[in-house]
């Protein structure tokens, strides 16, 4: 395929994923269709059939044997791409936490989409946040160009020796999944001296080299061993992210930190956001601004490991802060909402409001004026968390709908 | 608090005999806990369960580590370091085994502090159920004797609570023996153990190894060899080398890969690693291999 000039061209989130996929030389590919995930396995199909990408594509029979394959390949010793989402990424679920266990690198894009029931298509994080605690690292992407370049950082990463454990990409279905804009494809050399040929860390399987993984071990000490071992190298990942997206930006010219700081420098009020929707988040602070408020974003790129240390030290001395989960924990709330104030827990600089707001589940639009609404609730006293961007015109829209739907 | 621990096979009765001596406490008036310890084993390989009993309500969870009262079904399992039945006895411990030994005998050779009690529980067992092997009930009684805390008549209803599905006729066989262990054995005085103060535990911060140590992962091979399953034997199979031909039929039928062929074209069986399954004894067109009790060959042995 040629590259244009300026080696940039209009890619959509998923073309994206899968340029990352073909520039880091990926050997093998198990896959399984899921909307809105299916064009990046449609073009890594393409690819592989056309001999673009040397290797193996294998359509799975569902995404539980599609993880497992991807680990067990990775396990092999070749370098294995794979996306999901929604469903999908549930119905893998077992296979994820059994995968990570086996400390093997591999990347695989999450196409962010909210989960049944009701059903839905569109985007929400539940889906992503169900897998926070499997042990995966996840990198959350605004951009298309942040997806290819999360893609190739991930392999580095994931292939850390210190690391060795796989790497979750996630955009926004449609909204990123399916909207093109300007992305610029690294040429394949520089690719590869960035991402040279996966140089397992540790024995891999051979025919002359029997070995036993996911050994059963009794009595929980065995056990808490490994899991701390695994907590460590997720752990790990934040100085190795850090290390890459200083390799990668001296190389590509784009520097990535866990977290990205928009007008954050003199900020009072402060919104935290990730994926796509960041965007506009970015956009209202802009406005907000014109009329006199304060505002800035803190976006969190790296969800796992937890930068801890990196968002109190970005969110420390600010007045008011609004948490925007894009995903609902029933009965609780915002996944990440504690997450954040934990780690302001105990500092004597920590705002003196952090209130947890649920917005964009489902696909549902954050629009503009929302965030004006958040302003006012972290100005009033009495408001307490979660807020539900949630209005008068969303309720007169499903009154419309029960009228068809009931009797 | 009363710490009672049974050890016998998967398949005599350990977690039910458990489970009688739980409902049976309960229904004395005390507080009452039993956990039977199983998970990947199978018939045959050691199992533990645990029954504790206190006026007060109970604050602990999962294996007892001191017990008070220890009862062996299996006698077998008293010289098996996996099994290791008296494991945790000390000068309060009183320990029981199904066994027609004297007690001193088994004292020595157990290295014990006090004196063993045995029973012959397996001849009650044939002789009210017509199988030797099924513990549960008379283990139970035993217990509940031996803690003197127990009357017969609770005894008696929680035998018919935890065999409720069981016939009539079956029910009573099993309240016959309960009876008639009951009335062989005499409760033992149990002191209350002292309470040792609390010391904090030295915990440490482990360092990140590299991967290949830091991953569940095994490369060095044939250590399986290192997992001794003989113990799980009820069945031992014995090769009458004057009828075997040597068609070797049992080595490739042994599901476990326990057979061998000797120096001399022989199969000879590893009885470190033989599960008793008999699957050979089945095999083996000749019918030279013979069907022994483990029980009776260890005494036959000694």
């Known amino acids: 395929m040629n590259i244009n000039r300026s080696n940039k061209r209009m890619l959509t989130g998923n073309k994206a994923a899968a340029w990352g996929a073909r ?7 198990p896959a399984f269709p899921i909307t809105p995930q299916t064009e990046i396995v449609e073009t890594l199909s393409q690819w592989f059939a056309g001999g673009t990408l040397k290797g193996k594509f294998t359509n799975m029979d569902s995404e539980h044997s599609m993880f497992m394959a991807a680990g067990s390949a990775a396990a092999t010793g070749v370098r294995v791409f794979t996306a999901s989402s929604s469903q999908g990424i549930l119905y893998g679920m077992e296979s994820l936490y059994t995968v990570t266990g086996w400390r093997v690198p591999f990347v695989m894009v999450n196409v962010s989409r909210g989960l049944a029931t009701p059903i839905t298509l569109e985007a929400d994080h539940n889906d992503v946040m169900s897998t926070r605690d499997c042990g995966l690292i996840q990198l959350h992407a605004e951009t298309c160009q942040e997806i290819l370049d ?46 040279p040929a996966f140089q397992p860390a540790q024995p891999v399987f051979q025919a002359s080299l029997p070995m036993a993984r996911a050994s059963a071990v009794f009595g929980g000490g065995t056990y808490t061993y490994f899991r701390i071992q695994q907590d460590l190298a997720v752990r790990q990942a934040e100085t190795v992210f850090n290390e890459t997206a200083v390799e990668f930006a001296d190389r590509f010219g784009r520097h990535y930190e866990p977290l990205e700081r928009f007008h954050l420098d003199d900020a009072e009020v402060v919104f935290v956001m990730s994926n796509s929707f960041a965007t506009k988040g970015k956009s209202a602070v802009l406005r907000l601004r ?31 802060v609004a948490v925007i989960d894009q995903n609902l924990a029933p009965g609780m709330g915002g996944i990440t909402y504690p997450e954040i104030v934990a780690a302001m827990y105990g500092r004597d600089d920590c705002p003196q409001k952090i209130l947890s707001v649920i917005g964009g589940l489902g696909g549902k639009d954050i629009k503009e004026n929302d965030f004006l609404s958040i ?25 419309q709908m029960q009228k068809i739907a009931q009797l | 608090m009363l710490r009672v621990r049974f050890h016998g096979r998967g398949g005599q009765g350990i977690k039910t005999a458990s489970q009688v001596l739980g409902t049976a406490a309960f229904l004395s008036g005390f507080q009452a806990q039993d956990f039977p310890l199983y998970g990947a084993e199978r018939r045959g390989a050691p199992i533990v369960a645990f029954t504790r009993i206190d006026k007060e309500p109970i604050l602990e969870r999962g294996p007892v580590a001191f017990p008070d009262l220890i009862l062996v079904g299996d006698e077998t399992l008293l010289e098996d370091s996996q099994a290791a039945p008296a494991c945790g006895a000390d000068a309060l411990t009183t320990l029981l085994v199904n066994s027609t030994k004297a007690p001193n005998s088994l004292k020595d050779k157990l290295n014990l502090l006090t004196m063993p009690v045995t029973c012959g529980l397996t001849k009650l067992c044939l002789k009210h159920l017509n199988a030797g092997m099924i513990l549960s009930t008379a283990l139970a009684a035993a217990a509940a004797r031996l803690t003197g805390l127990i009357p017969l008549n609770h005894l008696l209803e929680a035998v018919e609570i935890e065999l409720a599905e069981f016939s009539p006729e079956q029910l009573q066989k099993n309240l016959d023996l309960v009876r008639e262990v009951f009335e062989l054995l005499n409760p033992v005085v149990f002191q209350e153990r002292e309470e040792a103060g609390l010391f904090p535990s030295k915990l440490m911060a482990l360092e990140q190894q590299e991967v290949r140590d830091a991953a569940p992962l095994i490369t060095a091979t044939g250590n399986m060899n290192l997992r001794k399953t003989g113990n799980w034997r009820i069945h031992r199979p014995e090769i009458d080398y004057e009828e075997c031909n040597h068609c070797m039929i049992c080595y490739a039928r042994c599901p476990e890969g326990v057979i ?12 470190d690693h033989c599960k008793g399954c008999m699957i050979c004894a089945q095999e083996c067109p000749k019918h030279a291999i013979k069907t022994l009790w483990e029980m009776d060959y260890e005494h036959q042995s000694q």
């Open chain 1, 23 to 29: 520039l880091a030389g990926v050997e093998y590919v």
């Open chain 1, 150 to 195: 999360f893609v190739l950082m991930g392999y580095k990463i994931a292939e850390h020796p210190l690391v060795s454990v796989p790497v979750l990409v996630n955009m926004d279905g449609f909204v990123l999944s399916f909207s093109r804009e300007p992305v610029v494809i690294p040429d394949e050399k520089s690719a590869r001296d960035f991402l």
């Open chain 1, 290 to 320: 014109k009329q006199g408020v304060k505002a800035g974003l803190l976006k969190i790129r790296m969800f796992r490991p937890f930068p801890d240390e990196a968002v109190a030290n970005a969110l420390k001395g600010r007045a008011k």
């Open chain 1, 375 to 399: 302003v006012e609730k972290l100005n009033d006293p009495e408001s307490k968390g979660p807020v539900f961007l949630y209005d008068e015109g969303d309720w007169k829209q499903f009154q």
């Open chain 2, 260 to 271: 061998k062929e000797d120096a001399e074209g022989k199969p000879e069986i590893d009885y």
